[in-house]
């Protein structure tokens, strides 16, 4: 596809348990990002990867996230012993390169922890 | 800390109307400004942008204005249609790590035919 992908669309996990969720960027963007989107509320960064490298993962919440874009496209991001806190929609965007770039988001994640 | 936005307010217009959105951000440091607008179920969408050197840019019946005096950006629609219906959000970056935006909790817009 054109844009960004993001799978699943719709993730229902129990507390505790593991969960992975994927990006696909725009074809040929060097930079992803990952934000995280509670109800009501603007997106919240997280992460973002300048190829493979994470250039800022400042907003990372803690030692429970983390990500990984191992050949500079596809991102996964992995949260452990999920809470149900972590209940949001997680979104992905890509840009062309970094800098000030227009971000593209993709449809989101929506991450329910029972 | 750090804050763009404030609590999520709505406006309503009528087909046909201006409609002018409201953000105020806190961090004087930042110099990167973009507007995104995002319907339910989607991702936020790419509107328009503005760097702190400039007060005003124009796109396709949009326009945004930058008061960095008091700290204030602006979204103004013209002729707003019902598919501009949406939630709308500002952001802001700056230098020291352009990619990370730190957005608003944004505004409802609802545009009645």
């Known amino acids: 596809g054109a844009g960004v992908s993001q799978t699943p669309s719709n993730k229902v996990t129990e507390k505790g348990k593991y969960v992975e969720l994927r990006c696909d960027p725009i074809?040929?963007?060097?930079?992803l990002y990952w934000y995280r989107q509670s109800l009501g509320q603007g997106p919240e960064f997280l992460i973002y990867?300048?190829?493979?490298?994470?250039?800022?993962d400042s907003g990372l919440p803690n030692d429970r996230f983390f990500a990984v874009r191992p050949e500079g496209s596809v991102s996964t991001l992995k949260i452990q012993r999920t809470e149900r806190g972590d209940s949001a929609v997680y979104l992905c965007?890509?840009?062309?390169?970094?800098?000030?770039?227009?971000?593209?988001f993709g449809p989101g994640t929506r991450l329910t922890v029972l | 800390g750090e804050s763009v936005g404030l609590h999520l307010p709505t406006l309503s217009v009528q087909e046909g109307d201006n409609s002018i959105i409201n953000c105020a951000y806190s961090?004087?440091?930042?110099?990167?400004f973009i507007w995104y607008k995002q319907e339910s179920g989607k991702g936020p969408q790419f509107i328009i942008d503005?760097?702190?050197?400039?007060d005003k840019r124009q796109g396709q019946r949009v326009t945004v204005l930058l008061n960095k005096t008091v700290k204030h950006l602006s979204l103004q629609i013209a002729a707003t249609q019902p598919g501009d219906s949406a939630v709308y959000f500002c952001?802001?970056?700056?230098?020291?790590?352009?990619?990370?935006?730190?957005f608003g909790q944004g505004t409802i817009l609802t545009v009645h035919p």
């Open positions: 074809s040929g963007h060097t930079a």
């Open positions: 503005i760097r702190s050197n400039m």
């Open positions: 961090n004087s440091a930042s110099d990167y």
């Open positions: 965007a890509s840009s062309l390169s970094g800098s000030t770039d227009t971000q593209y």
């Open positions: 990867f300048q190829g493979t490298g994470a250039a800022d």
């Open positions: 952001a802001e970056t700056r230098g020291v790590s352009y990619g990370k935006l730190t």
